[in-house]
């Protein structure tokens, strides 16, 4: 790589905007730099997610996950540069694939899951939450610009994986998953 940030402060953007990679100027809260957020949020809680993942019956999901990083710091830089398109179909065959590989080995659900069990499972499920953010900002930014089709899609499958992954660690810890336990409904009276 070329270039490299030698200063990390440039007071370009004290007063409210950022710079796009095309050298445009937007405000820190149009669309794209929520979309860009959210995307970095969700790659940072996917390396806290890596980082619960240390016993050896989980080398498997980390060998998994930790490339997805890389892929949304690309979706990042997309988002950082309008028109330049990074994520692709392939992308999301990729992560469909994993779903159905993971999803295969698992009990069929009968009910609702709440994130819990284990530290590693409530860190996927918000990783999981935090994806479905990242999608709708996305998609909100979508309402607004054209975007890569394949993107919005791409953070849909990812939210599945995620929630798969949460149900995989479940299985590989031998930890129960926590289910949703309805309010009883108040009787007729």
Known sequence: MGYRLSKLYT????????????????????????????????????????????????????????????????????????????????????LEELIDHYNAELQPLTNFILPGGSRPIAQAHLARSVCRRAERRYLTLANHEAVNEQAPIYLNRLSDLLFVIARTIARLQNTPEVLWAPKPKPEAG
Do not use: C, W
């Open 11 to 94: 007071r370009t953007g004290d007063k409210g905007d950022t710079g796009l990679a095309d050298g445009r100027r937007i405000s820190k809260d149009h669309p794209r730099v929520e979309a860009m957020g959210s995307v970095d949020e969700l790659n940072s809680q996917l390396g806290i997610l890596l980082a619960e993942l240390e016993h050896p019956s989980m080398h498997g999901l980390v060998e998994h996950l930790a490339p997805i990083q890389h892929r949304l710091f690309d979706l990042g830089g997309e988002l950082a540069v309008p028109g330049y398109d990074i994520i692709s179909a392939e992308d999301v065959t990729a």
